[in-house]
C-alpha cells in the first residue's frame, strides 16, 4: 500500500539549531514529493517540491530537501532555525499514475525556542 | 486569484443534525480534494475529484459521508447524521491535475459537534 511516514513527531530546538526532520514512503515507481507547513491556525502552505532532476531542492525560508531514491526518503533541513519556524510539517507525496493521489504524513510538530 | 475557498470558517452543531462544507477551488483546477485533520489522526485524505468525477473515496470514514462535485466550481462534504467524533478541522485542497503539480489548500472549516 501507498503511505507516508513522518518518524518525528514533535521536536524542540533552541533558535540557530540545525533541523532535519524525516520522511519516507512506500512506493517503488514515480513518485513527486512535496513538504508543507501549517502555522498555527492557518492553513496548508507549499514549502517546496520535487518532481525531477536535481535531488537537493530549495524552497522558501531557507529550506531545502533532499530526495534519495534508494532510500525513499525525502527529508527537509535547514542549517539555522528561527522562532518563527514554530509550526508544523508535513511530507507529502503524489503517487501520480492514473490515480493522482496525494497522501500526507502524520505531521512533525516543531517548536523551536528563543 | 482568491485562492481556494471554503465556508463556513466555523460550524457548530448538535449531534445528529446534517452538516454541509463547501468549497470553491481555484480556477482552472481540475482535481479537488477534502481532507479531515485531527490531533489523533493527522491530515487524512477523504475523498478526491479528478475533473468533477470520484476517483477514490476509500477515506470516507463510512456511509455517514458522502461529498459531491456538480460542476468545476463547486464541491461539497455532507456529514448526516453528524457524531461529536467528526468534530475536526476538513480542509479542501486544489490542483491542476497532474501529477507533478502543487495542491492549495483552503483555510480549512472547524467543525465541533457537540
Known amino acids: 500500500a501507498q503511505s507516508v511516514s513522518q518518524h518525528n513527531h514533535h521536536v524542540i530546538l533552541s533558535e540557530a539549531a540545525s533541523l532535519e526532520l524525516g520522511c519516507n514512503y512506500s512506493?517503488?515507481?514515480?513518485?513527486?514529493l512535496f513538504w508543507y507547513v501549517q502555522y498555527p491556525g492557518q492553513h496548508l502552505q507549499l514549502l517546496l517540491k520535487?518532481?525531477?532532476?536535481?535531488?537537493l531542492v530549495k524552497g522558501i525560508k531557507g529550506f531545502e530537501a533532499e530526495f534519495i531514491k534508494s532510500k525513499f526518503s525525502f527529508n527537509l533541513r535547514k542549517p539555522s532555525v528561527q522562532w518563527s519556524d514554530t509550526a508544523e510539517y508535513f511530507c507529502?507525496?503524489?503517487?501520480?499514475?492514473?490515480?493522482?493521489?496525494?497522501?500526507f504524513g502524520t505531521g512533525t510538530l516543531l517548536a523551536v525556542q528563543p | 486569484d482568491a485562492g481556494v475557498i471554503q465556508s463556513p470558517r466555523h460550524e457548530v452543531t448538535e449531534m445528529g443534525q446534517e452538516v454541509t462544507l463547501r468549497c470553491k477551488p481555484i480556477?482552472?483546477?481540475?482535481?479537488l480534494f477534502w481532507y479531515r485533520q485531527t490531533m489523533m489522526r493527522g491530515l487524512e485524505l477523504l475523498i478526491y475529484?479528478?475533473?468533477?468525477?470520484?476517483?477514490?473515496d476509500s477515506g470516507m470514514p463510512e456511509d455517514r459521508f458522502s461529498a459531491k462535485m456538480p460542476n468545476a466550481s463547486f464541491s461539497t462534504l455532507k456529514i448526516q447524521p453528524s457524531e461529536p467524533r467528526d468534530s475536526a478541522v476538513y480542509f479542501c485542497?486544489?490542483?491542476?491535475?497532474?501529477?507533478?503539480?502543487?495542491?492549495?489548500f483552503g483555510q480549512g472549516t472547524r467543525l465541533t459537534v457537540v
Open positions: 485542497a486544489s490542483s491542476q491535475g497532474l501529477p507533478n503539480t502543487e495542491a492549495f
Open positions: 512506493y517503488g515507481g514515480t513518485v513527486n
Open positions: 520535487y518532481f525531477s532532476g536535481d535531488p
Open positions: 507529502a507525496v503524489n503517487f501520480g499514475g492514473a490515480t493522482n493521489k496525494l497522501i
Open positions: 480556477s482552472g483546477h481540475n482535481s
Open positions: 475529484f479528478n475533473n468533477n468525477v470520484p476517483i477514490d
